[in-house]
Antibody, heavy 116, light 106 residues
Framework: EVQLVESGGGLVQPGGSLRLSCAASGFTFSNYWMSWVRQAPGKGLEWVAKIKPDGSEKYYVDSVKGRFTISRDNAEISLYLQMNSLRVEDTAVYYC?????????WGQGTLVTVSS | EIVLTQSPATLSLSPGERATLSCRASQSVSSYLAWYQQKPGQAPRLLIYDASNRATGVPARFSGSGSGTDFTLTISSLEPEDFAVYYCQQRSDWYSFGQGTKLEIK
């Protein structure tokens, strides 16, 4: 059974940093592109970043370029999102998702709240 | 940036009725369109990928159609568990999602 479990969310002040993790199981993690998708409270979905199976290519939505870094450790079967210079508008539930024609499996999400 | 516009914003129907949800793209996305279902407090669930392919485990009452700029998600006979928010998403040019259609019980 495919499982994705996020962790690392919490309350942080504007300008602060947070590192999200996503532990994967039930599939060959190193074969798949992986993404982070976020959802602000009461709002729709927004793709944030994606990473190639071997980690050699990374892509970001414009609003997080230069502030967020996606990475992965295929030996640890984990995906990460390092978030720096956080803004109030980054407040959202962050989901990790596997890419296979679309986003075919999602984690349960972790809430990031940016507030003073 | 490709903008996806979903209609209607809210759809009020009764169990057993047929639901038709629309998604229109600002430019052609070929068949690179997916549909997701999201219930309160849960992650989205993939229903349809590449416009018309049902994802693993999705009941046959869900079907997708369309290509280019106009797409439809049809639920042939609504079950109580189908009342949720539905999103379309394109992967033709990066990724974008529609704003969602809330399917509520009438």
């Amino acid at each position: 059974e495919v499982q994705l479990v996020e962790s690392g969310g919490g309350l942080v002040q504007p300008g602060g940093s947070l590192r999200l993790s996503c532990a994967a199981s039930g599939f060959t993690f190193s074969n798949y592109w992986m993404s982070w998708v976020r959802q602000a409270p009461g709002k729709g979905l927004e793709w944030v970043a994606k990473i190639k199976p071997d980690g050699s290519e990374k892509y970001y939505v414009d609003s997080v370029k230069g502030r967020f870094t996606i990475s992965r450790d295929n030996a640890e079967i984990s995906l990460y999102l390092q978030m720096n210079s956080l803004r109030v508008e980054d407040t959202a539930v962050y989901y990790c998702a596997r890419e296979n024609h679309s986003f075919d499996y999602w984690g349960q999400g972790t809430l990031v709240t940016v507030s003073s | 940036e490709i903008v996806l516009t979903q209609s209607p914003a809210t759809l009020s129907l009764s169990p057993g009725e047929r639901a038709t949800l629309s998604c229109r793209a600002s430019q052609s996305v070929s068949s690179y369109l997916a549909w997701y279902q999201q219930k309160p407090g849960q992650a989205p669930r993939l229903l349809i990928y590449d416009a018309s392919n049902r994802a693993t485990g999705v009941p046959a009452r869900f079907s997708g159609s369309g290509s280019g700029t106009d797409f439809t998600l049809t639920i042939s006979s609504l079950e109580p568990e189908d009342f949720a928010v539905y999103y379309c998403q394109q992967r033709s040019d990066w990724y974008s999602f529609g704003q969602g259609t809330k399917l509520e019980i009438k």
